[in-house]
């Protein structure tokens, strides 16, 4: 049975594709009448459009957000006896492009706050002898929600770590106005359907200002080549193909109003929620600008409250149910007591840029009758 309110909450990818419609119609046949498929003009567009978009000097465009982070720890020579510390409430993706590299995932725990990497665990973690060997630390911007840069920048350096970046959820966001992804060495982002700035498939990028780091990450996605047929280094084949790349070049033009729009209906959100008895609004750190890829709230209830919301036709969801350290692929043995918490507690509440405020009373109505 179809909910009287369904027709409130228009999924996401397709509600981005219908703005779009026209423009992705001609960049889509202006690809096809290219026929250049694999990297050609429209890769090369992108790279340089979106470097200029995040001020950033070279971006690397690759196959998925899981590619690039694997490519980007090979790209520091990070792999096999290596470790690379992460936090553990965080989407599987981040562990898995870690175990690409070769090198071991080492699992931290989160801010209670913000759920992104808390610095006083990072530091407990690369002390202890489960850190040792530590070359890098992935900081995930968490929902879009930027990392405590600062201070987890002390921590790295006082271990000697390389501390790069996750931007999967975090198109739009910034750190005291400087764009996430241009905070580190370099960065990794996605653009799976779903996120802020979105592929209708998978596509990823590393982005970085190191020089040499570019020509070694431009190796790295098509099987390590200096030249043609040429593997000097061992590669992958993880390459941003035309059609993605066109598909970003229209949609990268709409991305800061897009995520202004997300910030707006956050901030409504925030307004109605601020005093409920059911729900723990998500926090913003000072000097942070979110990109609202999600809105995330806390609930002591969470599954009763998830199962009220759902029958109430609220299209809400759970990022993410079993912290990484509790999987069975990553698993490790440590107790990790804020990120076990918010994995109990969090729901993410419908959030882009196509839906109404009567959507968001909706939402704000349902939870206010649980």
């Not at 043995?333 to 918490?341: Q, T």
């Amino acid at each position: 049975m179809t909910s009287p309110t369904s027709h409130m909450f228009p999924p996401y990818p397709q509600a981005d594709r219908q703005r779009h419609q026209a423009a992705l119609t001609q960049a889509v046949q202006r690809v096809f009448e290219s026929g250049s498929y694999i990297l050609g003009g429209e890769v090369k567009a992108f790279e340089r459009e979106f470097a200029a978009h995040l001020g950033a000097k070279h971006v690397v465009g690759l196959a998925s957000g899981t590619d690039a982070i694997e490519v980007m720890l090979r790209a520091h020579e990070i792999g096999v006896g290596d470790k690379v510390a992460a936090p553990a409430h965080a989407p599987s993706a981040v562990a898995a492009g870690v175990r690409r590299s070769g090198a071991e995932v080492v699992f931290a725990d989160i801010d209670s706050e913000t759920f992104t990497l808390c610095p006083e665990s990072l530091d407990a973690v690369l002390r202890s002898p489960k850190g040792r060997g530590v070359k890098a630390v992935l900081a995930v911007h968490l929902y879009g929600h930027p990392v405590d840069w600062r201070n987890l920048k002390h921590v790295a350096n006082e271990h000697g770590a390389i501390l790069l970046e996750d931007c999967a959820q975090a198109h739009g966001a910034s750190w005291h106005g400087r764009a996430v992804g241009t905070l580190g060495r370099a960065a990794a982002f996605s653009f799976y359907p779903t996120k802020n700035l979105a592929a209708i498939g998978d596509a990823g990028a590393v982005v970085t200002d190191d020089d040499e780091l570019a020509v070694r990450l431009r190796q790295l996605r098509v099987y390590g080549w200096k030249t043609r047929f040429n593997s000097e280094i061992p590669g992958v084949n993880s390459r941003l193909d035309e059609l993605q790349a066109a598909v970003l070049r229209v949609k990268l033009g709409a991305l800061t109003e897009s995520v202004h729009q997300r910030r707006r209906l956050a901030a409504e959100y925030d307004s109605r929620l601020g005093g409920s008895a059911v729900v723990k609004p998500p926090v913003v750190r000072g000097g942070c600008e979110h990109a609202c890829h999600q809105y995330v709230v806390r609930s002591s209830r969470r599954d009763e409250l998830l199962a009220h919301l759902l029958r109430a036709g609220v299209p809400a969801a759970v990022h993410y149910q079993l912290p990484l350290h509790r999987q069975a692929a990553f698993g490790s043995n440590v107790s990790l007591v804020e990120s076990e918490r918010a994995a109990a507690e969090v729901i993410s509440l419908p959030l882009h840029p196509y839906l109404s405020e009567a959507a968001l009373d909706a939402v704000c109505d349902a939870i206010e009758t649980f």
